[in-house]
């Protein structure tokens, strides 16, 4: 400590009963301005996307590896597979926010390293500057014309820009939540910075809120849009449309010709079956481990009253999700019932092993029982509710890099990816420093 700080902690400590009301004041002011601060650096790192943004036109490469791959790739239809077929390689994966995709995160990333694949990476930040609207030029070290082979990071969906960075037969696909637990686990994690839910009190905000959110929420506020629809906001659309609004249905239309599958968080194990079947992939590229996990002290349980009312509030949200959930248990049934029923044993009875290989314990623990610092998930604002692992010491050498690479929390893996993350590692600073 300087020795300023020093001599002033001192006269503090002389005068502490003195001055114990004003010192109060100063932390809170001290707190408020720390809190102001951050959020517009925050905010600032976010550019609006413009509308004379330059466009630059997608590399001839990308039209020819497309066409190069038309003949080697065979879809599955159904339940019957090609007699032929090879792994999908060019895959674009909307990251939604609170649905389990950092677990579909971590499997891609992983999938990528192994085949040596082309990342489209975020520059400064995890995501691609989000709430703005995707832009190609927020790919870190991005080139004109330049092709990859998978984008998988938080972004706020915009088609054409992100068509500009991947073969034309690019495998696209997301995954959805019960918006009713999206609500739930958004208005705790992201509530410190949305200044709209301040001027809720009492011990559950969440409640009240429910019970009369148009007197809370307002479209215009600063991160408004963790509030109402979110899922529906990620993938690119107006999350202050209501349900019957013919704007939603024209949506999901979209949403269904450009995602070929739409995962379920609900059906976790069955969505990945789907996946691993319409890419050719094999099993053991679907081992995970739950990620982001919160404790369980930190998760508000809704009533059936208040589950009818987070879902009528995030109406959007929760008629494209039953769409999706649909035609999900569809491909289950054209999959074939037994044989997912079959394969979904497969995949658990794996992830048992590799949790007995990996996992310290066995179980996910809090951030302060977790020994190696690389291995300490992201923590939302004045909380610690995010889980974590530890390593065991004595993995064989078989498994250490696919435990280590399982369990590393996303923030970690793309640091050693190469991201610059400037921007996190900033906001990180700043978060853990707020006397919240």
Known sequence: MCPICESNSERERGNMNHHTPRSAIQKLILGFLFTCVTMVLYCFSTPALQDNTQRFPVALSCTQQAASKRETFHLYRGAKKAEHCKPKMNLMFLKTHKTASSTVLNILLRFGQKNQLKFALPNGRNDFFYPAPFDRMQVQDYRPGECYNIVCNHMRFNAPE???????????????????????????????????????????KLSTFLNKPEHYFSPDGINSFYLKNLQFFDLGYDNTLEPEDPAVDKATQEISKRFQLVLISEHFEESLILLKDALCWQMDDLLFFKLNVRRGASISQLTPELTAKARDWNGADWKIYRHFNSTLWAKVDAYGRERMEKDVQELRRRNREMSAICIDGGMAVEKGDIRDESMKPWQPLGESSILGYNLRTNIDQEHSELCRKMLTPEIHYLAELGVNLWATTLWGWFKDFLPL
């Open 162 to 204: 992100v068509q500009a960075l991947l073969p034309q037969e690019t495998f696209g696909f997301t995954i959805l939540r019960d918006p009713a637990m999206v609500f739930e686990s958004s208005f705790h994690y992201f509530r410190t910075v949305v200044p709209l839910t301040w001027t809720i009190y009492g011990d559950n």
